[in-house]
Structure formats: C-alpha cells, structure tokens
C-alpha cells in the first residue's frame, strides 16, 4: 500500500496528484500483466544481460501473482486479505496492537484511479490473469575458491 499524512491531503490538489500517481502505478502494473515481454525490455534493453532479464521476469511474475487477480480492481482490498494481513503482523511482532481499518485506511483514491482507466477502457480487475508457466533453473558457478 502506499502511506500518506492525513495533513498532507487536507490540501486537496495533493488528492488529485495522490489520484494522478496511482492512476500512472496502476496503469504501469496493468501494461506489465499484459506486455511481459515489453515490459522487461522497456526496463532492461536490448543487448542487456540475459540473467538480469530473467531475474526481473521473474520479480515481476511473483508480483503480479500478488496483485492479480484484483476483484475490487488493483489497489483495493479486500477486508478480509487486510485482517489476515494485520492478523500475521501482530503475532509476527510487526505490530504491537490493532486498530480499526476504517480508521487509518482508504481506498478511496485507488478506486478513483481505477475509475479513470476503466473510462479509459483499462482492465483493472485482471480476473482473466493466468500466472505464465515457466520452469525454474538453478546454474552454479564455481571457481577455485570454491
């Protein structure tokens, strides 16, 4: 999730640049889930290391199993994947206490950037996503120092 200060938006033109930054990060993930290929390339060119690509495909990959599929649309979640959430923090001894989620959290501003790229004729739910298949290859390298 991304944080803010509740001061920080009492201005409301950093509301609509909080909305223009999650539309332009949605929209990023978006073309990533659907252009791997691209997206990697756009990130590391051509002529790049090939192991560094496909560590990246990879990150990448592991990512978007987390994102998507996005029921409420990217950014959104679901009450019950936040108490889950919270729910490991707290007997993980990440946090110390619980309190609320209405309280100290918002989709609102997710919701009106996914608003905007629905309009513009954006998929941000991605329940259609499949994770590609791919098989995992370890290589060792070993020198005289062993």
């Not at 909080?18 to 990533?32: E, P, S």
Request: charged share 20%; aromatic share 10%; proline share 3%.
């Amino acid at each position: 999730g991304i944080s803010v200060n509740r001061t920080w938006l009492s201005d409301i033109s950093n509301e609509f640049t909080l909305v223009k930054f999650l539309k332009g990060m949605h929209k990023g993930w978006i073309y990533c889930r659907d252009n791997e290929v691209a997206c990697v390339d756009f990130v590391i060119p051509e002529g790049q290391d090939s192991s560094f690509k496909a560590l990246l495909r990879y990150q990448m990959r592991e990512i978007n199993k987390v994102i998507w599929p996005a029921p409420m649309g990217i950014g959104v979640y679901l009450e019950e994947d936040q108490l889950k959430t919270q729910a490991t923090a707290l007997t993980s001894g990440v946090i110390n206490r619980t309190i609320p989620f209405k309280d100290h959290t918002t989709d609102v501003f997710a919701r009106q950037a996914n608003l905007a790229l629905v309009e513009a004729g954006l998929d941000v739910e991605g329940l259609y996503f499949q994770q590609p298949q791919y098989q995992v290859t370890l290589a060792f390298c070993l020198n005289t120092n062993g």
